[in-house]
């Protein structure tokens, strides 16, 4: 039983055979008790870490056993091995190292947070192992894929950030993706936070992150599939996924339920937590 959220070296063999075998460590954070009746696995957004999740993991452990991973590359966990390609990254490789750590870990069930791209491996986790989940909590994302206007843009940063070799164009474009205009003056420390982020994370896990989003699959036919109590999570200053974009998940879902995030943004776990932590304290009673 791990009591507190300081980070805990995780070391796991390679994924499978085609990464070699190669030995990776992974990163986490654990809180709460490994006897609760409930587990809480949270996933990050792009481009950050898990330290995105540090006011869930301060607030949850009283209600369940709290996990938050960095994924390969991400944070302090090693990247995918030199012989994938960062331009053959795709949600599968990433929902495979999840997997392994589910087993490590010793997690039989969970409730699955993801925000924004974290989202997005939500329904590729609910693909590949529908048996681990014992429910889902979607933040500020999207089941459709990229249409071709995401796409470019998306093969545009890439450009950038291989001819520059920096993620710091990249990083100006976030006060307009994450916050909308009405809530943004409010948000310069936690906006400095999340570029520090950024800037921290390697240029090749960016750019085998925009591929992996630029490629990922449709979700739409998932969404009257899912079978487990789900919760949308909707941030009311969202610029990027606000209500109307993620209201086809909340209609399409057949045990959805919506929660309005006030002044929530596009990363809502993280600017407005006391909301989304009593939002997933109430999911989980009615589990």
Known sequence: VRSSAASDVYKRQGINAEYGGKRMVVKYSETGSSDSSVTIVFIHAFPLNRQMWAAQLENLSSVARVLAI?????GESEPFPENLPASEITLTHYV??????????KVNKAVFVGCSMGGYLLFEIFRRIPEKV??????NTRAEADDDISKQRRSGAIKT????????????????????????????????QINQWTLETPTKTVIGGLYALRNRPDSVDLL???NVPTLIVVGVEDPVTGAAIMEPMSKGIPSAR??????????SPLDEPEQVNQAIVDFLKAL
């Open 224 to 226: 009257p599939k899912i």
């Open 96 to 105: 495979q190292a999840i997997e392994e750590f589910l087993t490590e870990a």
């Open 258 to 267: 919506t929660v309005l995030i006030e002044r929530g943004g596009h990363l």
């Open 161 to 192: 950030i291989e001819d520059t070799n920096s993620n710091e164009t990249f990083a100006k474009g976030n006060p307009g993706k994450l916050f909308s205009a009405a809530i943004l003056p409010s948000r310069t420390n936690l906006l400095q």
């Open 134 to 139: 014992a429910g889902l909590v979607f933040c």
């Open 70 to 74: 960095d994924l390969p590359g991400y």
